[in-house]
Nanobody, 124 residues
Framework: QVQLVESGGGLVQAGGSLRLSCAASGRTFSNIPMAWFRQAPGKEREFLAAISWTGGSTFYADSVKGRFTISRDNAKNTVYLQMNSLKPEDTAVYYC?????????????????WGQGTQVTVSS
């Protein structure tokens, strides 16, 4: 099993920035995509961004493209989500996820491993 732990969430004013971190531990794996999702109350879990293990391939949802950046530091077994120009509608629980193998995907069912989530609240 792979354990994922998110951190970096909190309360921020609209227009501000946060950087989320997802630390992975357990089995060492290669060529496995990782992704960030979020879920607001009453909403489905929403894909945000995905990245290959090498970081050579990334994909963003239209809702965050240009504001959010996904990256990873394999030496630290950590994936990041830099969030800029935050809006109140970005308020949600943010989750880190990893696939068992394969390529990047945009649906929650494609991911086998999940963190516990970290709350991001953007005030107006």
């Amino acid at each position: 099993q792979v354990q994922l732990v998110e951190s970096g969430g909190g309360l921020v004013q609209a227009g501000g920035s946060l950087r989320l971190s997802c630390a992975a531990s357990g089995r060492t794996f290669s060529n496995i995509p990782m992704a960030w999702f979020r879920q607001a109350p009453g909403k489905e879990r929403e894909f945000l961004a995905a990245i290959s293990w090498t970081g050579g391939s990334t994909f963003y949802a239209d809702s965050v493209k240009g504001r959010f950046t996904i990256s990873r530091d394999n030496a630290k077994n950590t994936v990041y989500l830099q969030m800029n120009s935050l809006k109140p509608e970005d308020t949600a629980v943010y989750y880190c996820a990893a696939r068992r193998s394969g390529v990047v995907a945009t649906t929650p069912t494609a991911y086998a491993y999940w963190g516990q989530g970290t709350q991001v609240t953007v005030s107006s």
